[in-house]
């Protein structure tokens, strides 16, 4: 994973203390929305709702709200499973990951005034930190 990925990474691990950044104006283009964390979860792979509402620790009802206009714009797609018609998942579409890689610059750029040291050391620092989380919970 790349700087920005562990920062969205990290972030969604601290969502149920904080987003981990202030709220100042200068972040608020980089601020951590479900729509964000939708897409870089599924990114890895398509998922069911319950999988998202697990990961993401929100309500059924905020996934519905936050996934339609996703759907209704492009950049995540839903389908039923051939196997078992019952179970659905969503699937990031090409609009979504450049969405989502913009999304990744505008924080690449944010970080790199505050944070000392070259991209490579900050990366595996937070890569270090993000490891630690892992082994402590499970997000996915």
Same mark, same amino acid.
């Given at each position: /994973? %790349?700087?920005?990925?562990n920062?969205?990474?990290l972030?969604?691990?601290?969502?149920? /203390? *904080? %987003?981990g950044?202030?709220?100042?104006s200068s972040?608020? $283009?980089?601020?951590?929305?479900?729509?964000? @964390?939708i897409?870089?979860?599924?990114?890895?792979?398509? $998922?069911t709702p319950? +999988? $998202?509402?697990g990961?993401?620790?929100?309500?059924?009802?905020?996934? !519905?709200n936050?996934v339609?206009?996703m &759907?209704? +714009?492009g950049? #995540?797609?839903?389908?039923?499973?051939?196997n078992?018609s @019952?179970? !659905?998942?969503?699937?990031?579409?090409e609009?979504? &990951?450049?969405?989502?890689?913009?999304? @990744? /610059? @505008?924080l690449?750029? =944010?970080?790199?005034? #505050? *944070?000392?040291?070259?991209?490579e =050391?900050?990366?595996e620092?937070l890569?270090e930190?993000t490891n630690?989380i892992k082994e402590r &919970? %499970?997000? *996915?």
């Amino acid at each position: /994973m %790349d700087t920005a990925e562990n920062l969205i990474y990290l972030r969604i691990a601290l969502a149920h /203390m *904080c %987003d981990g950044f202030s709220s100042s104006s200068s972040s608020k $283009l980089t601020s951590l929305s479900i729509r964000t @964390k939708i897409l870089f979860l599924l990114k890895n792979g398509d $998922l069911t709702p319950s +999988e $998202l509402i697990g990961a993401l620790c929100i309500a059924k009802s905020n996934l !519905v709200n936050t996934v339609k206009p996703m &759907i209704e +714009e492009g950049v #995540v797609v839903s389908y039923r499973n051939e196997n078992n018609s @019952k179970n !659905v998942f969503y699937r990031i579409t090409e609009k979504g &990951i450049s969405e989502l890689r913009e999304y @990744k /610059m @505008k924080l690449s750029s =944010q970080y790199s005034f #505050v *944070c000392r040291g070259s991209d490579e =050391q900050i990366s595996e620092k937070l890569k270090e930190l993000t490891n630690l989380i892992k082994e402590r &919970i %499970d997000i *996915c």
